[in-house]
Structure formats: structure tokens, C-alpha cells
């Protein structure tokens, strides 16, 4: 220290021979300050993982005791497992499924929406580790906006285009609204059709949606039929059953 090798960021952590640290670096630094088995977690580990927008200005960091915060360090407790840990740009972090369940209690809906979108993107998402998670964190105050974000990505046996369009007739007929349903207009079938108002809905169920030529064909079919003047909107059977009144 003396000779300016070693320059300290926290007790025991010290940067060598500079401290013009990368993100990367003081985020290194910030774990081993509040080590052992300490990790990145939440939004630090959102960025590590590639699945949020910005890059958070303060770290957090998940702990197995009691440490006192050290700005820029927020600290959370939690005892992990070896499953809810892995390790990024060789920093300790949590699992990306851990990372999910921290960030739904921390975060807007639509920015856990937007994450897990991402991950999907990057082909990261997998279900099953993520269920496994739950199952054991059954108590976490995340539980229950992650599981309502990840419905899209679950297909649903039960949610089948029949089951959807009967409950979406069902609830238009409530609403004073009559369509008429699998109406053919300009050559095109249309879930339900309003023929003077020239509107129609498309009752999408993602596993009938899951192709690249699907989302093709449905760009083109929609882009055709707003050509000829008819306007419609799609709606998926989870928001369908997750918000009928809507």
C-alpha cells in the first residue's frame, strides 16, 4: 500500500495497482466486501445476466449474515443454495431462476415482464429449474408476479382455441357485444367479426402461434385485411383470462 500496488475499496478487498475499475471490477469488489458466500443478486445480477435495460447504479449483493452496508452496496439476506448460484463474467451471482424471484419483489411488473422476454430472446429461459424455485421459495414475496409473468410461457392444455373462443363469446355477449364468430371476410377467417364496423378479434393461443411462419403469416394477414378496411386486435387466451373485464 505504501508503494501504491494495492489500493483498498473495502476492509480486506483491494484493487492492484490502479483504481480505474471497470463496472465489472467494483462489482467483484462489492461481493468479496461482504463475503464469504456472498453473491450479486436483483438488478446487479439482472445486468450481469443480460436481461435489463440499464445498468443499476448501486450493487446489490445477497449475504448469508448480517453485514453493515457499505455504499454503494445494498445487502440483502438470504441462505442460498448451490442451485440459486452461478457465476457471471466470473462473479459470484445468483441463478438466473433466483435472479427472476429477487426481481419480482423489487421491480415493476412490466420491467420483470421485459427481463424475462429478454431471457426468452437469448434462449436463457427454462421453466423447470424455474419451478423448482418456487416450489422451494414458496413463501418469497415474488412468487406470485413471477408465476403470473411466466403463464405466456407455459402451454396450456386447458387454454385450447375452443375453450378461448367460447369464453371470449361468453364475455362479449355479458358486455351487449354479439360477434359473429369464425366469420370469413375477404377470404380470411376471423375469430369474431363485427361486420359493420368492420372489426374483427384474433384469439391467439400460443401454441397454434409458436412458429416463425406463423408470426409471418399473421404480419401479412393482418397488414391485408387493413388494406381492405377491416381493423383487428389480438388478444391471447392468459390475458384473456387474466383480465376479462378488459
Keep these: 500500500m505504501r508503494q501504491g500496488r494495492l489500493h483498498r475499496l473495502y476492509r480486506g478487498v483491494y484493487a492492484v495497482g490502479h483504481r480505474r475499475l471497470s463496472w465489472e471490477g467494483h462489482c467483484l469488489a462489492a461481493v468479496l466486501a ?16 443480460g436481461i435489463l435495460r440499464s445498468r443499476p447504479e448501486r450493487f446489490d449483493v445477497t449475504a448469508a449474515t448480517r453485514r453493515h452496508p457499505k455504499s454503494p452496496i445494498r445487502i440483502h439476506y438470504a441462505d442460498l443454495t448451490e442451485a440459486d448460484r452461478a457465476v457471471r463474467d466470473n462473479i459470484p451471482t445468483t441463478s438466473l431462476p433466483r435472479t427472476f424471484l429477487d426481481l419480482a419483489s423489487s421491480i415493476s411488473p412490466d420491467r420483470l415482464e421485459k427481463s424475462v422476454e429478454q431471457a426468452d430472446k437469448r434462449g436463457l429461459l427454462d421453466l423447470r429449474p424455474i419451478d423448482a424455485l418456487l416450489a422451494r421459495c414458496s413463501r418469497h414475496s415474488g412468487v406470485s408476479a413471477l ?12 387454454v385450447t382455441r375452443a375453450g378461448t373462443e367460447r369464453l371470449f363469446r361468453k364475455l362479449a355477449e355479458e358486455a351487449g357485444l354479439r360477434p359473429s ?3 370469413v371476410a375477404a377470404g380470411y377467417e376471423l375469430d369474431a367479426y ?11 393461443v400460443y401454441a397454434t402461434h409458436g412458429s416463425r411462419a406463423a408470426f409471418e403469416r399473421d404480419g401479412a394477414r393482418q397488414e391485408d385485411l387493413m388494406l381492405l378496411g377491416i ?5 391471447s387466451g392468459p390475458r384473456l ?3 376479462p373485464r378488459a
Design 231 to 235: 381493423e383487428t386486435i389480438r388478444i
Design 147 to 158: 408465476r403470473q409473468v411466466l403463464a405466456i410461457y407455459r402451454p396450456d392444455p386447458a
Design 241 to 243: 383470462e387474466r383480465e
Design 181 to 183: 364468430m369464425n366469420f
Design 194 to 204: 363485427w361486420e359493420a364496423e368492420r372489426f374483427g378479434v384474433e384469439l391467439e
Design 34 to 49: 461482504c463475503a464469504p458466500a456472498a453473491v450479486a443478486s436483483h438488478a446487479t445480477a439482472g445486468w450481469l445476466w
